[in-house]
Each structure stands twice: as C-alpha cells, then as structure tokens.
C-alpha cells in the first residue's frame, strides 16, 4: 500500500511521425509489415488469463486484398460469455481494491511500450486490418491510444482529488468505488484507439470488463490484448471476447452482474442494447451505467467570408481520410453561391489527385472500406445519388471489390437540403454539397441544425469575426465537437474531449475526466470528532 501522495507523470500528447522517404521510422515498419503479410495466425479468447479456443471460428482479412487472411479467430458463444463474467467477478475484488497508483501504472507502462517497440506492430495491425494509410494508422493506433493511456491516469488522480469541504468538528471525504459488477465495452472496426480505451478506461476505475471488438477488427484488437498483458495487466481483469454481436451480447445483457455499457458503433445497435437493458431493468443488481458514441451525420457550413482553399482542403481531408469511415467524417457541407465556382474547382481539383489503393504502398492517401456490407451499403447512396433527378455526381462514383473493398472518393451536388444523402449516416467516401443562396444564411443554419438527428461535429468556415459567433451560436446544440476553419475530425485526447448527443451518443467525452467517473460509484464518508451525548437541542430549553 503506497504511503505517499503519489504524482502521475505530466501527460504530453505523443509525436506523431512522418514516415517520409527514406526514414528510419519508415524502413522499420515497411519490414514489420512484410513479416505481418506472411504470417496466419490463430487468435483465441481470453478468459482469465487463459487462451480459450471455441472451435467456432472465423477469418481476419485485409480490406483491400480480402482473399488475405491475416488470422483465423476464434468467437465466443453464451457459454464462453458466462466463464468470462465468472472470471470477472473473480478478478474484481483484489483489482477494486488494489492501489490506484498500482493500477495506473499498466496503462503508463503500456503507453511506453506502444510508443516504442510495439508500435511497428500496432500501426502495422491496423493498417492491414482496418486498411489505413499509414498517416492514419500512425495518428490512430500508436498516437491516440498512447495518449489515452498517458492521460486517463492524470485525470484519475484529478478525479480523486475531488472532495468536499469539512465544518468544524468533522472531517468529510469521498470514495470513488468501481462499480459492483462488470463492464461491458462493445468497440467499433474504424478506431484502434477506441477499441483500447473503451475497455481500459472503465479498468483504470478499479472495474473488471468484458470486451467484444468489432468482428471486421478482430486482428487489431487482438495485438492490443497482447501489449496489455505484456504491461501487466492482471489475469480476469479485462476478459477478450470475439463473436457475434448476438451471441455474446444477449448473454451479456441477461446477466444480473452488468454494471456498465461502454459502447462505440452504430446508433440502432446502441438503441436496441439500451432497450433490452431498460426493458427488465429490475434483473440488475445495480442500475447500469451506459455510455455510448454512435455516429454523426456531420457537416461543414461556410459563409461567403471563407477562405475558399482552406474551405476545400478541409472538405477533402475531413470527407475522405481513411475513406470516410470516421463518426466525424464531413459527410454534408453548406456552401454560399457566390464563393461555390472557385471552392467547387478547388474541391475537384484536389480530388483528382487522390490515389485509392492499398495502404502498404506509402503514395496512396485512401484505402478500402472495411468490408462488403459496407461497400453494398455505400455504393447503393451512390446509384440513389446517380439516378436522382435532384443530384448530380461531380466526382468519384465508382467502386470496385473483385480485389479489396476500394470506393473513389465521390462528391455529390444536391439541389434538395433534405435529400437522403443530406439526412442518413453513410460512413463512406461520399460527400454531399448543397449550395444555398447567400441572402438566405439564417434559412440554411436553420437547415444544418434539423435536417439530421446527429449531434457529433461540425465545423463553421468564414473570417468575419460577426459571421463566426453568428453561426456558433445558431449551431450550438447540432455538434458535441465545433470547429471554426477546420475539418470537423481529428479530436486530440487533451485537447478536444471527444462525443456527441443527440442520436451520437451520450457525449461523455472520451479523453476527459468526465468519461472517467461515469465508472466509480461514490460513497460520502463523514466522520464525527466530537459527537453529541444527549438528543436535546439549545432551543428546547424554553417555551
């Protein structure tokens, strides 16, 4: 037991690399790759420490070359389901009750090692797993998540540093307990940072959990179940179980022990896992806590004072990095008449040159989508797009999946705000344009904030300061993330608490401390130094 007010290392977000030409940093993960692109491995649960093999298997892929298998997997079914929450609740009273330090230090530990000698291997996982380009992968699976595991440890000391005052005579003070039960993270195919935090954050709290990744992720998430063992990581504390989303989540959610939902995926997913939760919410031994991100219909509105370069650029870089595929991906944009020729041929322009291919070639800035539900799904807003009197394709439109799942990135010009490609979330590479008339700025703000039940990001583009608070404050309520001449994406743990409401989620804010103590559950502790030795009160002394 530490006997000291212990400090936690000063969090510093972690540089993100270059891989220019000829790099070291580049030669060492163009190697790590080519030893990744020859190996098949077997990934099985793990459950307590040990490695479970169900027999029940699937296959990790590359997106962009889906005859490749990376790895055969092994999933969980109900059974497996109900050894891991046995392995949990085993594991839960020495971990919920061991040192906060002790348990901060995993994650510190894990941070380093990523940020050093497994960092080839994660951005290696993810770029063949996930098919992102290696700025992405770097951006994502070594930087973020380092960051993660650099900064939940400061914001928990933060968060125990919270107490309340004490009157005379008394001294009070608050316990931060973990949860009575398990935690469930449910994480998403596009972040391998999400895939690490959702399920440690709770654990750093003093929580046990039951992680499912997404299936299409498996091999990345994988890797990142190795690195936190190699940190340390207690047997039963963080329980890795692959599968369908209804064969381990419905043995989940029966569970009388479910203490908490950590969820990152799709809106309809989180809806129907809250109502079976709120359905026979008296099955429970506590209320379950539930925090979820679900997705955005996110936009880019601009005013005729924008600057019509940084205008494009930002539409290019926000609709089509990583192929679209982020929950903060600029999917719908608002742009002036009087400024759409110039920004239109800026836009175009900058399309042209995209390359779409495999991401193991550096020259390539997008990649393939994740899989071939995504691919039907996107190239069907596509044909809506091309056979729609009311839209027109000014670029891309095209895709492709005999080889890789692989989409150009497609720009579409609507004359209708509410058009489906205005409204629905498509996580792909299509962007949607409606240009609106510059006399009617108040109609169209009116426009950005209804048209979509999302609330995830947003960003404004003009240069009068007027202007800028004019459609800050009209769009306050339409994005948890705003940004003001910048690309609705790229969040930074510290720096931009990331989460949405609305249909997005329940804007907990991943990387802030607000996230954090959703997972503790307080208990008020007064003591009494001098207490009372008779009931009577002064007034009851006299009539």
């Known amino acids: 037991m530490s006997s000291g007010i212990v400090p936690v290392p000063g969090p510093v977000n972690e540089p993100v690399r270059t891989y220019a030409p000829c790099s070291p940093e580049k030669a060492s993960l163009k190697s790590r790759l080519s030893e990744m692109l020859k190996e098949e491995i077997e990934i099985p649960l793990v459950i307590g420490g040990r490695e479970v093999r169900t027999g029940n298997t699937a296959k990790a892929v590359c997106p962009h070359d889906h005859g490749h298998v990376l790895a055969t997997y092994h999933q969980a079914g109900p059974a497996e389901v109900e050894h891991a929450i046995a392995a949990a609740l085993a594991a839960w009273k020495g971990w919920s009750t061991m040192d906060w330090e002790a348990r901060a230090a995993v994650f510190l530990k894990a941070a380093e090692l990523l940020s050093g000698p497994w960092r080839d291997t994660l951005n290696g996982a993810c770029m063949l797993n996930q098919s992102k380009t290696v700025h992405q992968a770097e951006i994502d699976s070594a930087c973020e998540l380092t960051d993660f ?4 440890p400061h914001y928990v000391r933060f968060i125990y540093e919270l107490q309340p005052e004490s009157a005379k005579g008394a001294w009070n003070y608050v316990e931060y307990r973990p949860l009575e039960g398990f935690v469930f993270a449910v994480t998403p195919f596009n972040f391998a940072a999400i895939a690490g935090n959702l399920p440690t954050a709770p654990a750093m709290m003093g929580n046990v959990v039951l992680w499912k990744p997404a299936s299409s992720a498996v091999y990345t998430a994988h890797h990142i179940m190795k690195l936190l063992q190699a940190a340390g990581l207690p047997d039963g504390v963080i329980n890795f179980v692959p599968g369908s989303g209804s064969r381990v989540g419905d043995a989940v959610l029966a569970s009388p022990h479910l203490a ?3 969820f990152t995926g799709s809106t309809a997913t989180f809806q129907a896992m809250w109502r079976a939760i709120g359905s026979d919410i008296g099955r429970y031994r506590t209320y379950p806590r539930i925090v979820g ?15 019509s370069s940084a205008l494009a650029t930002a539409l290019v870089r926000g609709a089509f990095e990583y192929q679209g ?8 944009a608002y742009i002036p008449r009087s400024i759409w020729p110039r920004v239109r041929e800026q836009l175009l322009a900058q399309v042209a040159e995209i390359r779409v291919g495999s991401p193991v070639d550096f020259r390539n800035f997008m990649a393939a ?4 539900p995504a691919f039907d799904k996107i190239m069907g807003y596509i044909e809506l797009a091309r056979t729609s009197p009311e839209m027109e394709i000014l670029a891309g439109g095209d895709g492709d999946d005999t080889e890789g799942y692989f989409i150009q990135p497609t720009v579409v010009l609507t004359s209708s705000p509410r058009s489906r490609l205005m409204v629905e979330e498509i996580f792909g590479p299509v962007l949607t344009v409606y240009v609106y008339d510059d ?11 209804t048209t979509s039940p999302y609330g995830l990001t947003g960003s404004v583009f003009a240069e009068d300061r007027e202007v ?7 769009l ?3 994005a948890g993330n705003f940004y003001i001449n910048d690309k609705p994406t790229g969040a930074i743990v510290g720096q931009q608490p990331f989460g949405g409401s609305r249909a997005s989620g329940t804007n907990d804010k991943a990387g802030s401390p607000l996230n954090l103590i959703r997972w503790t559950s307080q208990r008020a502790v007064k003591e009494n130094f001098t207490p009372p030795t008779h009931f009577a009160y002064p007034f009851m002394a006299e009539e």
């Open 369 to 372: 989508v994740i899989d071939k």
């Open 325 to 332: 595929q982020k929950c903060s991906a600029a999917s719908r």
């Open 149 to 152: 595991w650099r900064f939940n």
């Open 476 to 478: 306050r309520h339409a």
């Open 260 to 262: 908490g939902l950590h």
């Open 439 to 449: 006399g009617r700025l108040d109609e169209t703000l009116e426009l950005c904030e």
């Open 293 to 307: 991100e679900t997705g955005g219909k996110d936009f880019v509105f601009a005013h005729a004072s924008a600057n």
């Open 468 to 474: 800028i608070v004019r459609l800050s404050a009209a």
